[in-house]
């Protein structure tokens, strides 16, 4: 079993950056296929299912990004700090959630990352940007 925990969450004007870190312990070969989504709280009563998928990586190299944060956000994985990174740069009021890293063994379409159906989640770290 592998568990997940976020950090670098934070307040920002926009326009601001943040960088975020979901390091991973246990059963890091559970790390195969990872994303980043992230929950308003209008949606928090959906649970995971009503999480966005912002980006997603695995171990081939894939990468895949919403189109909302194209250009402004950064996904990068390494491996032998067992880390997940989201960078934001430019950030947007309507960029304001609770960030979410997910991870999961199994090797999945490209378009799969940015799905909710990985089985390992963290607990979490609120981004708040303001106008």
């Known amino acids: 079993q592998v568990q997940l925990v976020e950090s670098g969450g934070g307040s920002v004007q926009a326009g601001g950056s943040l960088r975020l870190s979901c390091t991973a312990s246990?059963?890091?070969?559970?790390?195969?296929?990872m994303g980043w989504f992230r929950q308003s709280p209008e949606k928090e009563h959906e649970g995971v299912t009503g999480?966005?998928?912002?980006?997603?990586?695995?171990?081939?190299?894939?990468?895949i990004y919403a189109d909302s944060v194209k250009g402004r956000f950064t996904i990068s994985k390494d491996n032998a700090k067992n880390t997940l990174y989201l960078q934001m740069n430019n950030l947007k009021p309507e960029d304001t959630a609770m960030y979410y890293c997910?991870?999961?063994?199994?090797?999945?379409?490209?378009?799969?990352?940015?799905?909710?159906?990985?089985?390992?989640w963290g607990q979490g770290t609120q981004v708040t940007v303001s106008a």
């Open positions: 997910a991870s999961d063994s199994e090797k999945t379409t490209r378009g799969w990352l940015l799905l909710p159906w990985y089985n390992t």
């Open positions: 246990g059963d890091t070969s559970n790390t195969y296929s």
């Open positions: 999480r966005e998928g912002v980006a997603g990586i695995d171990d081939d190299g894939n990468i």
